[in-house]
Protein backbone atom coordinates (compact mmCIF):
# COMPACT_ATOMS: atom_id res chain seq x y z
CA UNK A 1 0.00 0.00 0.00
CA UNK A 2 1.11 3.19 -0.99
CA UNK A 3 0.22 6.95 0.58
CA UNK A 4 -0.77 9.07 -2.49
CA UNK A 5 -2.34 12.63 -0.94
CA UNK A 6 0.38 15.25 -2.00
CA UNK A 7 0.26 13.73 -5.41
CA UNK A 8 3.94 14.39 -5.84
CA UNK A 9 6.18 11.68 -5.68
CA UNK A 10 9.05 12.75 -3.49
CA UNK A 11 6.52 13.67 -1.08
CA UNK A 12 4.34 10.79 -1.18
CA UNK A 13 7.36 8.46 -0.83
CA UNK A 14 8.07 10.63 2.46
CA UNK A 15 4.78 9.89 4.18
CA UNK A 16 4.82 6.24 3.22
CA UNK A 17 8.38 5.98 5.00
CA UNK A 18 8.74 8.43 7.37
CA UNK A 19 5.84 8.24 10.58
CA UNK A 20 6.92 12.01 11.99
CA UNK A 21 6.03 13.35 7.87
CA UNK A 22 2.60 11.34 8.49
CA UNK A 23 2.03 12.64 11.67
CA UNK A 24 2.87 16.03 10.36
CA UNK A 25 1.14 15.94 7.22
CA UNK A 26 -1.87 15.07 9.34
CA UNK A 27 -1.16 17.95 11.61
CA UNK A 28 -1.25 20.54 9.07
CA UNK A 29 -4.35 19.08 7.28
CA UNK A 30 -6.80 22.27 8.97
CA UNK A 31 -7.07 25.55 6.67
CA UNK A 32 -5.53 24.59 3.42
CA UNK A 33 -5.37 21.66 0.83
CA UNK A 34 -5.18 18.38 1.62
CA UNK A 35 -2.43 17.71 -1.09
CA UNK A 36 -0.45 21.35 0.54
CA UNK A 37 -0.93 20.16 4.11
CA UNK A 38 0.57 16.40 3.52
CA UNK A 39 3.28 18.08 1.05
CA UNK A 40 4.44 20.09 3.80
CA UNK A 41 6.44 17.40 5.58
CA UNK A 42 8.53 17.02 2.40
CA UNK A 43 9.02 20.83 2.20
CA UNK A 44 10.11 21.42 5.37
CA UNK A 45 12.96 18.09 5.31
CA UNK A 46 14.32 20.07 1.95
CA UNK A 47 14.62 23.18 4.09
CA UNK A 48 16.46 21.04 6.41
CA UNK A 49 18.64 19.92 4.48
CA UNK A 50 16.90 16.85 4.32
CA UNK A 51 15.20 15.06 1.69
CA UNK A 52 12.50 12.46 1.21
CA UNK A 53 15.56 9.54 1.75
CA UNK A 54 16.61 10.80 4.61
CA UNK A 55 12.80 12.01 5.98
CA UNK A 56 12.75 14.16 9.26
CA UNK A 57 14.12 13.82 12.76
CA UNK A 58 11.74 14.54 16.17
CA UNK A 59 14.53 15.01 17.98
CA UNK A 60 16.00 18.03 15.45
CA UNK A 61 12.41 19.61 14.83
CA UNK A 62 12.08 19.97 19.21
CA UNK A 63 15.82 21.30 19.70
CA UNK A 64 14.89 23.62 16.53
CA UNK A 65 15.38 27.86 17.25
CA UNK A 66 11.56 28.32 17.13
CA UNK A 67 11.77 31.83 15.91
CA UNK A 68 14.15 29.96 12.72
CA UNK A 69 11.77 27.32 12.45
CA UNK A 70 8.81 29.44 12.10
CA UNK A 71 10.94 31.33 9.17
CA UNK A 72 11.68 28.01 8.13
CA UNK A 73 7.65 27.26 7.29
CA UNK A 74 6.67 31.03 6.40
CA UNK A 75 9.38 31.08 3.40
CA UNK A 76 8.16 31.22 -0.06
CA UNK A 77 5.88 29.23 -0.89
CA UNK A 78 4.77 29.22 2.95
CA UNK A 79 4.26 25.23 4.22
CA UNK A 80 1.07 26.55 5.42
CA UNK A 81 -1.67 29.68 5.74
CA UNK A 82 -0.45 29.92 9.50
CA UNK A 83 2.93 29.19 9.62
CA UNK A 84 4.52 30.66 12.84
CA UNK A 85 1.29 28.84 14.40
CA UNK A 86 2.44 25.86 12.57
CA UNK A 87 5.63 25.55 13.65
CA UNK A 88 4.84 25.93 17.36
CA UNK A 89 2.45 22.90 16.56
CA UNK A 90 4.76 21.14 14.71
CA UNK A 91 7.57 21.58 17.69
CA UNK A 92 4.95 20.88 20.50
CA UNK A 93 4.46 17.51 18.86
CA UNK A 94 7.97 16.54 18.34
CA UNK A 95 8.55 17.40 21.52
CA UNK A 96 5.58 15.05 22.83
CA UNK A 97 6.85 12.08 20.75
CA UNK A 98 10.45 12.76 22.05
CA UNK A 99 9.50 12.91 25.61
CA UNK A 100 6.94 10.30 25.39
CA UNK A 101 8.02 8.02 22.83
CA UNK A 102 12.04 8.05 22.63
CA UNK A 103 11.52 10.43 19.03
CA UNK A 104 10.33 7.72 17.62
CA UNK A 105 6.86 8.39 15.97
CA UNK A 106 5.82 5.13 14.94
CA UNK A 107 6.05 3.99 18.63
CA UNK A 108 2.88 5.39 19.28
CA UNK A 109 1.20 2.56 17.23
CA UNK A 110 3.45 -0.67 17.34
CA UNK A 111 2.43 -2.03 20.31
CA UNK A 112 -0.92 -0.42 20.75
CA UNK A 113 -2.98 -3.61 22.08
CA UNK A 114 -6.04 -2.21 20.47
CA UNK A 115 -7.89 0.21 18.34
CA UNK A 116 -8.97 2.29 21.26
CA UNK A 117 -5.63 2.56 23.08
CA UNK A 118 -4.40 3.45 19.62
CA UNK A 119 -6.97 6.24 19.25
CA UNK A 120 -6.71 7.36 22.92
CA UNK A 121 -2.92 7.73 22.30
CA UNK A 122 -3.16 9.69 19.36
CA UNK A 123 -5.88 12.05 20.97
CA UNK A 124 -3.14 13.10 23.01
CA UNK A 125 -0.81 14.06 20.62
CA UNK A 126 -0.88 18.27 20.77
CA UNK A 127 -3.23 19.50 18.04
CA UNK A 128 -5.11 16.30 17.83
CA UNK A 129 -8.19 16.45 18.39
CA UNK A 130 -10.77 12.81 18.40
CA UNK A 131 -12.02 13.43 14.92
CA UNK A 132 -8.29 14.24 14.05
CA UNK A 133 -7.46 11.02 16.15
CA UNK A 134 -10.14 9.04 14.24
CA UNK A 135 -8.64 9.82 10.88
CA UNK A 136 -4.86 9.08 11.51
CA UNK A 137 -6.74 5.49 13.04
CA UNK A 138 -8.21 4.76 9.58
CA UNK A 139 -5.60 6.24 7.51
CA UNK A 140 -2.91 3.28 9.69
CA UNK A 141 -5.51 0.83 8.94
CA UNK A 142 -6.48 1.69 5.66
CA UNK A 143 -3.22 2.74 4.33
CA UNK A 144 -0.48 1.07 5.39
CA UNK A 145 -1.69 -1.94 7.27
CA UNK A 146 -1.63 -0.90 10.62
CA UNK A 147 -4.60 -2.67 12.27
CA UNK A 148 -4.81 -3.50 15.89
CA UNK A 149 -8.22 -5.51 17.28
CA UNK A 150 -11.00 -3.12 17.01
CA UNK A 151 -9.38 -0.51 14.92
CA UNK A 152 -12.32 0.26 12.46
CA UNK A 153 -14.50 0.65 15.17
CA UNK A 154 -12.04 3.39 16.97
CA UNK A 155 -11.55 5.20 13.77
CA UNK A 156 -15.69 5.77 13.82
CA UNK A 157 -16.93 6.51 9.89
CA UNK A 158 -13.47 7.12 8.54
CA UNK A 159 -12.80 3.32 8.82
CA UNK A 160 -15.58 2.47 6.75
CA UNK A 161 -15.01 0.53 3.50
CA UNK A 162 -16.26 2.25 -0.01
CA UNK A 163 -16.22 5.80 1.48
CA UNK A 164 -14.71 8.81 0.71
CA UNK A 165 -14.88 10.83 3.67
CA UNK A 166 -10.96 12.02 4.93
CA UNK A 167 -6.83 11.47 3.69
CA UNK A 168 -7.45 7.72 4.90
CA UNK A 169 -9.57 7.17 1.76
CA UNK A 170 -7.15 8.74 -1.11
CA UNK A 171 -5.19 6.37 -3.02
CA UNK A 172 -4.79 8.72 -6.49
CA UNK A 173 -6.45 11.91 -8.03
CA UNK A 174 -9.79 10.48 -8.53
CA UNK A 175 -10.39 9.42 -5.26
CA UNK A 176 -9.20 12.68 -3.61
CA UNK A 177 -11.53 14.45 -5.69
CA UNK A 178 -14.39 11.81 -4.17
CA UNK A 179 -12.71 13.28 -0.52
CA UNK A 180 -12.76 16.99 -1.76
CA UNK A 181 -17.03 16.28 -2.99
CA UNK A 182 -17.66 14.91 0.40
CA UNK A 183 -16.36 17.14 2.61
CA UNK A 184 -18.37 20.36 0.23
CA UNK A 185 -21.41 18.12 0.48
CA UNK A 186 -21.22 17.31 4.24
CA UNK A 187 -20.49 21.71 4.63
CA UNK A 188 -23.40 22.23 2.81
CA UNK A 189 -25.82 20.23 5.03
CA UNK A 190 -24.48 22.05 7.91
CA UNK A 191 -25.15 25.11 6.67
CA UNK A 192 -28.91 24.23 6.07
Do not use: N
Not at 57 to 71: G, K, N, Q, R
Not at 129 to 144: E, H, M, N, T, Y
Not at 181 to 188: G, V
Amino acid sequence: MRIQVAQQPEADDLLGRDPLALLIGMLLDQQVPMERAFSGPYTIAVRLGRDHISGLDSHEIAAYDPEAFAELLARKPAVHRYPKAMAQRIQRLAAYIVDHYGGKAEAIWADAADGGELLRRLEALPGFGRQKAQIFVALLGKRLGVGPPGWREAAGPYGEEGVYRSVADVVDAESLAKVRQAKREAKQAIRK
